[in-house]
């Protein structure tokens, strides 16, 4: 048996310091966890790469990332392909705070979406894109309080949050640059992946 440790390097001091703590609570180093929206939730998203069809063309470099994350079951499926508990067609930030949003089959009682899936399959990452719901009609602060419980309660939970800024919507283009700004303050100021 031959043991694949990733190499961690080029990342913030915080976020090694996620990553360890991560491994001393039992998160799996192989494993990533899907958080976020429609976009996040849909088949196309990242299912084909978990299914082996892609190309990478200029980007082979990527390779031996996929195939280090396709290796490993999240549950039932690589973390590619693994329908996630936190990510859901027309969710905003909000949600994944309340129980009441919760897989009522696979999450305990009184268990956030977001606590629900880190409990499930241990990730040390997770891929995070909410706000193509939210830009429209949430306010701006609100969801910043959102996305920072979100990112620190994935911390305490010693999981990476890699936070992806949201696709434009020419409906409200002026809020998708604001919204895209505050989440690169919350990268920045919590000194996490972007």
Wanted: proline share 5%.
């Amino acid at each position: 048996v031959v043991l694949v440790v990733p190499v961690l390097t080029g990342l913030s001091e915080n976020t090694l310091r996620i990553y360890r703590k991560g491994q001393t609570l039992g998160n799996r180093a192989d494993v990533f966890a899907k958080v976020g929206d429609s976009i996040t939730y849909a088949g196309y998203f990242l299912d084909p790469i978990g299914d082996g069809v892609y190309t990478l063309g200029e980007f082979g470099y990527l390779q031996g990332v996929i195939d280090y994350y396709r290796a490993t079951l999240a549950r039932d499926e690589n973390s590619f392909k693994q329908d996630s508990v936190a990510a859901q067609i027309g969710w905003s930030a909000h949600v994944l705070q309340n129980p009441e949003y919760a897989d009522a089959f696979l999450c305990q009682a009184g268990e956030t979406p977001l606590e629900c899936e880190y409990r499930l399959t241990k990730p040390a990452v997770a891929l995070i894109m909410l706000g193509t719901n939210d830009v429209g009609f949430v306010d701006p602060y609100a969801y910043r309080l959102n996305m920072e419980w979100i990112v620190t309660t994935s911390m305490d939970y010693g999981v990476i949050p890699v936070i992806s800024t949201i696709p434009n919507r020419p409906d409200v283009a002026e809020r998708v640059v604001l919204f895209n700004n505050l989440l690169r303050e919350i990268a920045q100021k919590y000194q996490v992946p972007l």
